[in-house]
């Protein structure tokens, strides 16, 4: 059952067959190996970071072993001024790990390890808020202070109460410190406790010690005057210095002294709270630090724990490796096994396949020589009736190409001939405006000749009334007389006047008269001349039109030229690609007739090849292949026919010889090879 279904599979189909199964079985390799080491790179990646981890966590319970050392040192240590340490609980070393991204990847990576840093979070934050509460509220103070203070009152007093017994029992000796920096106060005040003091005091205690100084001076400076009146009145009575005396004491020294003593009593106060504050700080540190400290190391110490617990250990990464190395050695013997079984069965298959496929090779490469043979013989045929038909048609284009060019100028002249029946038509058309345009201007004129003579009949009756007045006016003047003759004189001259003003006008008339005349004369041949011009303008117009036919008709002669120009060289260049796909054909059919002898050898070779020994055709199969040649190759001279002008037998239009490939011979089918 197997051996048939074998039988029915194609080469590429038996070989893929063969490369998928191996490779199948190398890609199951392949996975489990990747699979194995994944595990294990994840397993070594878990590894580190518990490792990391677990020196983080000791990393941060060192931070805050140190930072509980310095908060002590803070509280016991004189030298230590200031606290250095961070009291944002989010911003220490271990709050910045505690609030960012890391802890949730710790989380992901060790579930145990959320209550426990939940749990931890309170004690954590009131750690550090004792922190800050003992900054708040400690002040470095000498537990002492408020007891020297206290004796600087005490000593205060025992100096004003000095004055006040010299006013009392009326003492002339006193024995008290002048100089405000000498007294115990005043060396304490400038001296280094009191600078010491100063710095470590709260802001209450620095302004009383401020407010302080001033008044002490003006205390000792009032105690000096009272001194110095006290001296100086050593040779009076008592009872005359001591109004004075009670005065200074009174005005100046009693109120300085209260104020003095107020401040004091102010800095002991100051003293005092800091002192509290100090034992408040201190309670704060043993009651809330310290407990939350216990706390936040318990919870780190227990997480460090988990860590160490949960991480894989080296035996485990060991076990992995192991495990993969054990599952790829059985795989490969397996898939090497399968490979070297079906390579085989395939290599026999196709073995038998390829011999049979031999024998019908040698049939095939005998009838392909004498097709070739016969292809070759019409080939030549046909490229000689094409070379022929090619020459004639390159003729019928020369002779075609003369008659374009001929029928191109006619179309040319034609064009310019219409452009010139153009340009006459509108020197014709130009032409008869302008007679049109002097017809009009000599009516006008005739008009005006004709209005002034009319003005000249009217000139020439005023003339002949004048002259008769002239005449009645010369009559009148004789029967005047003596008085009539100045009137005479000018009826006379007025007379002549008339009578040459009646000459003028005649000949003026006969002028105008005559200008009349000439004038319709002219106008008579403006109209004569208006209608040969326009009858030019007619004609000229019919003969662009019909030129510009000619024109139009000279072009279109001129295209259809050029289109069977066109036609006969797409004609000859078909001709030509016949004629050269003709020779090609020759050509390529006696290259297929020598490609046969190339086939009877490389059949010799596959026989060698699939059987493994020198044998080769035998001596029928040579002396049947010898013959064909033989017989092919003298009727192809026969037959042979001369090619086209600058072809040679057996050349290829475009290139050389082709040359046969093994792959070329062997026809294998493609829907076997489809599987590759």
């Known amino acids: 059952m197997e051996g048939r279904r074998m039988k029915k599979m194609s080469i590429g189909l038996k070989i893929g067959s063969v490369v998928g199964i191996v490779i199948l079985l190398f890609a199951t390799v392949a996975v489990i190996s990747y699979s194995g080491i994944k595990h294990a790179v994840i397993k070594g990646e878990e590894t580190i970071y518990g490792g990391d981890l677990q020196a983080l966590i000791a990393a941060r319970l060192t931070d805050h072993l140190r930072w509980v050392g310095h908060l002590n040192d803070f509280l016991n240590n004189p030298d230590v001024k200031t606290l250095d340490v961070e009291l944002d609980p989010t911003q220490c070393g271990l709050g910045k790990w505690f609030y960012g991204n890391d802890r949730k990847e710790a989380e992901r990576h060790f579930s145990e390890l959320a209550p426990i840093l939940q749990s931890l979070e309170a004690p954590h934050r009131l750690l550090h808020e004792s922190a800050r509460k003992i900054k708040q509220v400690f002040h470095r103070a000498d537990p002492m202070l408020p007891g020297i203070i206290s004796s600087r009152l005490v000593d205060h007093y025992n100096w004003k109460d000095k004055f006040r017994n010299v006013l009392l029992e009326k003492e002339r000796d006193i024995d008290v410190q002048l100089d405000h920096a000498q007294c115990a106060l005043g060396k304490w005040l400038y001296g280094e406790q009191g600078k010491k003091a100063y710095e470590e005091g709260s802001e209450e205690f620095k302004k009383a010690f401020d407010d302080i100084l001033e008044p002490h001076k003006k205390l000792h400076e ?13 040779d009076e009575e008592f009872l005359a210095i001591e109004p004075d005396l009670r005065h200074i004491y009174d005005i100046k020294m009693v109120p300085v002294f209260h104020g003095v003593i107020e401040h004091l009593n102010e800095m002991k106060a100051a003293a005092e709270k800091d002192i509290e504050h100090n034992h408040e700080a201190i309670a704060v540190y043993n009651n809330n630090t310290t407990p939350n400290f216990k706390e936040v190391q318990k919870f780190l110490s227990e997480a460090e724990a988990v860590v160490k617990r949960s991480r894989p250990s080296d035996t485990a990464m060991v076990e992995i490796a192991r495990s993969t190395q054990n599952n790829v050695s059985l795989l490969s013997i397996i898939a090497i096994l399968f490979g070297i079984i079906l390579s085989f069965m395939v290599i026999r298959t196709m073995t038998r396949t390829l011999l049979r496929i031999l024998g019908e090779l040698i049939d095939g490469s005998r009838e392909t020589a004498q097709a070739a043979s016969e292809v070759s013989m019409s080939s030549q045929q046909v490229s000689q009736g094409a070379t022929e038909q090619a020459a004639s048609i390159e003729e019928t284009t020369s002779a075609l190409d003369e008659v374009k060019t001929a029928i191109g100028r006619n179309a040319d002249n034609a064009k310019q001939a219409d452009q010139l029946a153009m340009e006459a038509r509108s020197s014709a058309e130009l032409g008869d405006t302008a007679m049109t345009d002097m017809k009009g201007a000599m009516s006008e004129i005739n008009e005006a000749s004709m209005k002034i003579s009319k003005i000249i009949k009217s000139i020439e009756e005023i003339a002949f009334q004048t002259n008769i007045l002239a005449l009645n006016a010369a009559v009148e003047a004789a029967r005047a007389g003596e008085h009539g003759k100045g009137f005479a004189v000018v009826a006379e001259e007025v007379r002549n006047l008339a009578k040459r003003s009646a000459e003028a006008a ?40 019909v030129v510009s036919e000619i024109a139009t008709e000279s072009s279109k002669q001129a295209e259809g030229a050029s289109q069977v ?76 026919m001369p090619l086209a002008e600058g072809k040679k037998p057996g050349e290829k239009h475009g290139g050389g010889p082709k040359v046969m490939k093994p792959d070329d011979i062997i026809p294998f089918d493609e829907d076997e090879m489809k599987e590759f």
């Not at 009032?222 to 050593?234: E, H, I, P, Q, Y």
């Not at 007739?593 to 059987?611: C, N, P, R, T, Y």
């Open 506 to 545: 005649q000949e003026t008339a006969g002028l105008i008269a005559d200008s009349v005349s000439k004038t319709g004369k002219g106008s008579s041949i403006v109209n004569s001349v208006a209608e040969a011009l326009r009858a030019i303008v007619d004609s000229s117009k019919k003969v662009a039109t």
């Open 565 to 640: 120009t066109n036609a006969m060289t797409q004609m000859d260049q078909v001709v030509q690609q016949n004629a050269s796909a003709a020779e090609q054909a020759a050509s390529a059919a006696e290259e297929l007739s020598s490609q046969a002898s190339v086939v009877k050898g490389l059949i010799g070779e596959m026989e060698k090849m699939i059987k493994g020994s020198s044998t080769e055709l035998s001596t029928h199969e040579h002396a049947r292949l010898a013959g064909h040649d033989r017989r092919a190759k003298l009727t192809h001279n026969k037959t042979h």
């Open 222 to 234: 009032a105690g000096a005057v009272f001194v110095k009146r006290l001296n100086s009145g050593k």
